[in-house]
């Protein structure tokens, strides 16, 4: 049974940082592409920030590059979003997603992913 679990969200002042955490187990690792998506209220789920499953390729939202920084760690099957300079209007229910694939894509679409955690409420407040 595939499991993504989120943790590390919280109540920041803005210009504050947070660092989100998601452990995956029953899949194997290393053959997944990993992702960070957002959902705040009345607005649509959101891509973040994208990891392949190396590490070594990543991508990010326009609204969150240079201050987020997404990383892996393949030998302990988690995953890691540093959110540095937080804004209120970051306010929103992190989710991560994993989706089974080799081939580096920037995968923005939710349908697109195969497992999803039950998210992880980051509140910033001005």
């Known amino acids: 049974q595939v499991r993504l679990a989120e943790s590390g969200g919280g109540l920041v002042q803005a210009g504050g940082s947070l660092r989100l955490s998601c452990a995956a187990s029953?899949?194997?690792?290393?053959?997944?592409?990993m992702a960070w998506f957002r959902q705040a209220p009345d607005k649509e789920r959101e891509l973040v920030a994208l990891?392949?499953?190396?590490?070594?390729?990543?991508y990010y939202g326009d609204s969150v590059k240079g201050r987020f920084n997404a990383s892996r760690d393949n030998a302990k099957d988690t995953m890691d979003l540093q959110m540095n300079s937080l804004k209120s209007e970051d306010t929103a229910i992190y989710y991560c997603?994993?989706?089974?694939?080799?081939?580096?894509?920037?995968?923005?679409?939710?349908?697109?992913?195969?497992?999803w955690g039950q998210g992880t409420q980051v509140t910033v407040s001005s």
């Open positions: 997603a994993a989706r089974k694939t080799l081939t580096w894509t920037v995968l923005t679409t939710p349908r697109q992913y195969d497992y």
């Open positions: 029953g899949l194997t690792f290393i053959h997944y592409q």
């Open positions: 990891i392949d499953w190396s590490g070594r390729n990543t």
